[in-house]
């Protein structure tokens, strides 16, 4: 008996025969598909053989574990979930062992073999996993919640998205040297160039999302900022730079809306009228001011100027002001289209420094601020109705 035993030995350490190996393949996605599925197919003389593993990408991060047989050639397959086309694939040898995966970049993409980058991966993937299975507890509760519940639930999610920064951010301070905190961060910027962050952060209207997404990009510039010069050196060698760039620019001027929407101070601006006259918005008199950002190319603009007339025609002897300013560049197409629509109020001026977008996060017109006497935000894009209202509201 002892013969035979010692006999196995030596077969199983020569490699004679082969072993049960488990395996933890851990990874994360950059690309674009919102319904992307991973699957792990073993491959025979080129083709696919078996389907070892498969599971879905949650919010940019997967894992797949499993048994098998000796060392298998395998590939990691991508594929969108609805349209059932390829997105991605990586070819490797799979044995006992740890692996890190980044995929969805094309010349991007990798599967490492590397137990420790694995786990670091699994600790990103746990966390993920928490936050989004704790959400879904939260939003069952808060549909069929009181205002008073919803109350407390929209408290518990701002907490939830606050652990799940800050446990994030403790993965990437502990592993600053790390691939996969490398990846962790660039996946991170993919999930904002892509918009799929701003659904992460919704629960009902009682948490304001597009807040918790600026606070989320913050704390990802942080994490990149921590990581060691190799990481940022790797990421420097694939797009990451071109997208973070990108992303830092839309996420900017998504500030500039959160800072210039209702209950925030409006910031000055220099104007200037019908022959170069400036005059600063500040300066303008009115209980109320509807600041009204259009152009004389706008379709959409033009048409809201009858509504903007009757309005102020209404209201004007009661404190309403309406300032109307043009991003027109062209001064004599401005004047043309102020004496077509009957712009009948004094303050038709110009937006010649390009202020509605450095300072208001303009990038699309019509854009109309409602202001109080104090240089207060009312409302920001107020549909008309809503707008009357809080002008016969306060000037009744």
Known sequence: MKKILLGILV??????????????LTGFYGGSNASAMVYLFALENGNFADTLASCAVLQGRFELSGKFEGKRLCCLWIEDEHRKTRID???FELQDAGYLAYVGTGDHSFVTCDAKEEKIAAAFFRNECHFVDRKKELVKQYVTGTEMEKDSLARLFENLITDY???????VRENPDSRAAACAVSAGVSMYTYKFKQFLYSLGTKVNSAVEEQKGWAALLERYAMLGDAQK??????DFQKRLTAVKSKMELARLVLETSAGKEAPDMLLTEKGGKEIRLRQIPGKLR????????C???RKSNPFMLALYEEFKDKGLEVVSVSVDVDEDAWLKAVKEDKLTWKYNVRDLKGQAGSLYGITAIPCVLLLDDNNQILGRNLPKDELRRIVEERLK
């Open 11 to 24: 077969m199983l350490w020569a490699g004679v025969m082969p072993l049960r190996a488990d395996y933890r």
């Open 89 to 91: 694939s990586v070819c």
């Open 165 to 171: 920064e800050q446990e994030e951010s403790r993965i």
């Open 233 to 238: 050196a790797w990421l420097a060698t694939t």
């Open 290 to 297: 509807i600041v009204d950002f259009w152009a004389s190319w």
């Open 299 to 301: 379709g959409p603009c």
